[in-house]
C-alpha cells in the first residue's frame, strides 16, 4: 500500500462525504473541521467558547455562524449581522479571519470567568492561530470534493519528504505505528484517531524547508542551526493549512514540539493547552528516535526508552500520556 494510503482512508472515512452543491454551512465534512477547529481554539486559548463567523457571500453585511464551542452551539447554521461579530469582543477577543488576500470572516474567543482581553501572548496566539481557521472557511466554499484532493496532496507531501529525506520519512512511518497504539489506549474517537495517524504521518513535514547543512547534520546543531530547525514545526503547519481536510492536522503539527512545562516551541504552550494529539505525537516521536539507530548512536532498548521518558514526565511530556505509553507499549512488545 502506498504510503500515506491508510492514514488517509482513515481520516476520510472519519468524515462524512460533502455532497455537490452543498451550502458551506450545510455542509457535513466542513463543518466537522470547523467544529474541530473550535473546540481548538478553546483548549489552545484556555477559554470558555468560541465562535466562528463566515461571511455571506450573497450578503456582505451577513455572517454565518459556522461553528462554536460552548455558549453559541445552539446558534450554528444561522445568519446573523456582520457587527455581531464585533459585539461579542468585550467579552473577550476577535480576530478577522483572511485567506487569499480577502477577509472570509471572523473568530471570537471569550470566557466568562477571565479578564476582558487576552493577554499579549494569548493575543499572538489567536492571530497564529486565525490562518487555519480562514484556510477552512476559504476551502468550505470552494470546495465539494475534498477527498480525492487530499489524497493526492498527502501522497505528494510523502514523496517529497521521502525524497528529501529518507530516514526522517521512514521515522514518519513509525511514529503513526506508535501513536497509533497510544490514541487507542487513552480512548480517542474514530475522528481524533484519524487526525492523530495524519499528523503523525506529515509532523515532519516543516523540515522539507530546512538546508540539507541542518537536516542531514551527524553531529550537535549550533545554537543558530537549531533556531533554523526550530522553525519546522510551523513551517508544517502553513503548508498543511492550504490542503482542504488537513486544518486540524496542520494544528496538530504546529504543537508537536511544545513541552509540558512550556519550554517547547514554536508558542510556548504548556499543560493541556497543547493539543493531546500533539502531546502523543511528542512522546512517540522521542520513543521512536531513541529506539532507532543513528549514524551518531546506536539504539535503546526500549525499557530505556521508556525509562527517559518517565525521567522527563512532567517537564517535556504530559504525565498521563507517558504512563500510558509505558503500559501500551510494553503489551505490544509482549503481544
Not at 488576500?101 to 482581553?117: I, P, T
Amino acid at each position: 500500500m502506498q504510503r500515506g494510503t491508510s492514514e488517509v482512508m482513515a481520516l476520510t472515512s472519519a468524515y462524512p462525504t460533502p455532497t455537490a452543491g452543498e451550502t458551506m454551512a450545510a455542509s457535513g465534512y466542513h463543518g466537522i473541521v470547523l467544529d474541530r477547529l473550535a473546540k481548538q481554539a478553546v483548549e489552545i486559548l484556555d477559554v470558555e467558547e468560541s465562535c466562528i463567523f463566515a461571511r455571506d457571500q450573497a450578503d456582505p453585511n451577513m455572517a454565518i455562524v459556522a461553528a462554536a464551542h460552548g455558549a453559541d452551539e445552539a446558534i450554528v447554521g444561522k445568519r446573523v449581522p456582520v457587527g455581531l461579530e464585533h459585539s461579542r469582543a468585550g467579552h473577550g477577543a476577535l480576530t478577522e479571519l483572511s485567506w487569499g488576500g480577502d477577509v472570509q470572516g471572523a473568530l471570537s474567543v471569550g470566557s466568562a470567568r477571565s479578564r476582558a482581553r487576552l493577554s499579549s501572548t494569548d493575543a499572538s496566539l489567536l492571530e497564529a492561530f486565525a490562518p487555519t481557521v480562514g484556510a477552512a472557511i476559504s476551502h468550505a466554499y470552494s470546495r465539494a470534493d475534498t477527498h480525492p484532493n487530499m489524497r493526492g496532496h498527502i501522497a505528494g507531501l510523502v514523496a517529497a519528504l521521502d525524497e528529501r529525506d529518507g530516514y526522517t520519512a521512514k521515522h514518519s512511518e513509525e511514529v503513526v505505528a506508535t501513536s497509533r497504539t497510544l490514541g487507542l489506549a487513552l480512548g480517542l474517537d474514530r475522528a481524533a484517531l484519524a487526525e492523530l495517524e495524519v499528523a503523525s504521518l506529515l509532523h515532519d513535514i516543516g523540515k522539507i524547508l530546512v538546508p540539507d547543512s541542518i537536516l542531514k547534520k551527524r553531529g550537535s546543531l549550533t545554537p543558530d542551526e537549531f533556531a533554523m530547525m526550530a522553525v519546522h514545526p510551523a513551517r508544517g503547519a502553513e503548508i498543511l493549512a492550504r490542503v482542504p481536510g488537513l486544518e486540524v492536522v496542520a494544528t496538530i503539527v504546529r504543537y508537536h514540539h511544545e513541552r509540558w512545562d512550556g519550554m517547547g516551541y514554536p508558542d510556548g504552550l504548556s499543560g493541556a493547552r497543547i493539543p493531546l494529539a500533539s502531546r502523543i505525537i511528542a512522546v512517540c516521536d522521542s520513543y521512536n528516535a531513541m529506539t532507532s539507530d543513528r549514524p551518531y548512536r546506536s539504539a535503546m532498548s526500549e525499557a530505556d526508552a521508556l525509562t527517559e521518558l518517565h525521567m522527563h514526565a512532567g517537564w517535556q511530556f504530559d504525565p498521563a500520556v507517558v504512563y500510558a505509553a509505558d503500559e501500551a507499549f510494553q503489551q505490544e512488545v509482549a503481544a
